[in-house]
């Protein structure tokens, strides 16, 4: 029966693109019970098709969990479904884009609200009570100059009235509660490449208005940055972290609450007005490396090359933070050109060198004796073989042992004739060999 409902479900949607003046696609995330509510989706398109037009275009978010152009929500809880289309028309400037409130009236759908902005598209659409009223406001970004300028609308609906509350310039939103108080802030960062700017801001309801109520400075010399994450410290306090794209390398920045400010702990306030703290090299992101719940910031530090003339290479040392210092939880070797990681256990670090050779998809492990400069044995090497390659009998696997396949490469490990003196066997490659997408 499920099956079926399914497929009907999706013949309502068909048959509602058909009969409607707007191109509609159902947003089947926002419904709880499929049948009912999709049996309606029609009367939903055509009180948007009465009030809009013919000519009316759809305008789909490009980000976010919301994607449908007409998205279901019930905003105040009473477990009835408002819906929130955007659209434009042809007889609106070439700019301006609609966002449309229908609700059930009569037991008939109706447009009840209708605001527009100046916008070239919409970007990303969430829900969330800022208030603490238990009505869900509704915060639509907005792509106002291609990507490169976007301005975020918040909108309170009371009454059948959509009203505009703020309108703030933003690179990445995030609704959260930050203080831990049980009511959400709204947490707005916005970056400017080109006013050479990067900033934090936290926004709260205040007298019916949404008003800034604490900010910082971030790290100006940041070219781009990931949407924000709302963890927790490692001592179990709230933080947002960030992590942003330099013209070379990386960082991650980690802000929180202290005596009611938002801070920026990691940014070298006092000189570089940078964060050197947590800056990599690569362009790799924090995670959670050890699962116990809470995210890891990659630290790059020294790992000696085993060729004399090659490039740098780093360990990455994965940090918990506590709001103060940095403590390493995890040491690893990471090869993002193909997409893996090892584990270094503490008794390998600072006796191991490494030879690169991206050209043959190699990494050579050697011991390596730091006070005398001296490059000893080959521990291990792994390589990423093609996986054609791997199954021919053409190919030489010698002592090679295959560690896994992922898609059309197979990981393989040949041991050195150094393995010995650290216990190194196949089965602690595999245990301490990770792809860097899981």
Request: charged share 25%; hydrophobic share 40%; aromatic share 8%.
């Amino acid at each position: 029966m499920r099956i079926k409902n399914i497929i009907l479900a999706l013949l309502t949607v068909a048959i509602c693109i058909a009969s409607c003046g707007c191109a509609f696609v159902e947003n089947t995330d926002e419904l709880v019970s499929p049948p009912e509510l999709t049996g309606e989706m029609s009367l939903i398109a055509n009180a948007l098709h009465d009030m809009a037009g013919e000519d009316c275009d759809l305008e789909y978010p490009t980000s976010g969990e919301h994607r449908s152009a007409i998205i279901l929500q019930d905003i105040n809880g009473d477990e009835n479904y408002e819906a929130f289309a955007f659209y434009n028309t042809a007889n609106d400037e070439m700019t301006t884009l609609h966002i449309n409130a229908i609700c059930q009236k009569d037991g008939k759908w109706v447009s009840v609200s209708d605001q527009t902005m100046i916008a070239t598209g919409v970007e990303k659409v969430e829900f969330c009570d800022i208030n603490g009223d238990g009505n869900k406001e509704i915060l639509v970004g907005w792509d106002v100059n291609g990507s490169s300028e976007k301005k975020l609308s918040v909108f309170t609906f009371v009454d059948n009235v959509l009203t505009q509350k703020i309108i703030q310039e933003y690179t990445n939103f995030l609704c959260c509660d930050l203080d831990a108080n049980g009511s959400n802030e709204l947490f707005v960062h916005l970056l400017s490449t080109v006013e050479k700017t990067n900033k934090a801001m936290v926004f709260d309801f205040k007298n019916n208005e949404i008003v800034q109520t604490r900010g910082c400075l971030m790290d100006a010399s940041v070219k781009s940055a990931n949407a924000p994450v709302l963890s927790v410290l490692s001592n179990g306090q709230k933080a947002i972290y960030i992590d942003e794209i330099k013209g070379v390398g990386s960082v991650t920045e980690v802000l929180f609450l202290s005596d009611e400010e938002l801070i920026n702990p990691l940014l070298d306030s006092e000189n570089t007005f940078e964060n050197i703290s947590t800056y990599r090299a690569a362009s790799i992101e924090t995670k959670d490396i050890n699962n116990d719940g809470i995210l890891e910031i990659p630290v790059a530090s020294d790992l000696p090359n085993a060729q004399t003339d090659g490039e740098k290479l780093y360990y990455t040392n994965w940090c918990s933070f506590d709001g103060q210092k940095l403590s390493i939880k995890n040491v690893t070797i990471m090869n993002t050109v193909d997409g893996y990681y090892i584990t270094v256990p503490k008794s390998m670090i600072g006796y191991i060198a490494v030879y690169k050779n991206i050209e043959t998809h190699e990494r050579k492990v050697y011991h390596y004796d730091s006070i005398n400069n001296i490059l000893g044995k080959e521990l291990f090497t792994i390589t990423a073989v093609d996986a054609d390659d791997w199954v021919s009998t053409d190919y030489a696997r010698g002592n090679k042992h295959e560690l896994l396949q992922f898609g059309d490469k197979v990981f393989v490990v040949e041991l050195g004739e150094g393995a010995g003196s650290f216990m190194i066997t196949v089965d602690f490659i595999k245990e301490t060999f990770y792809l860097i997408e899981q």
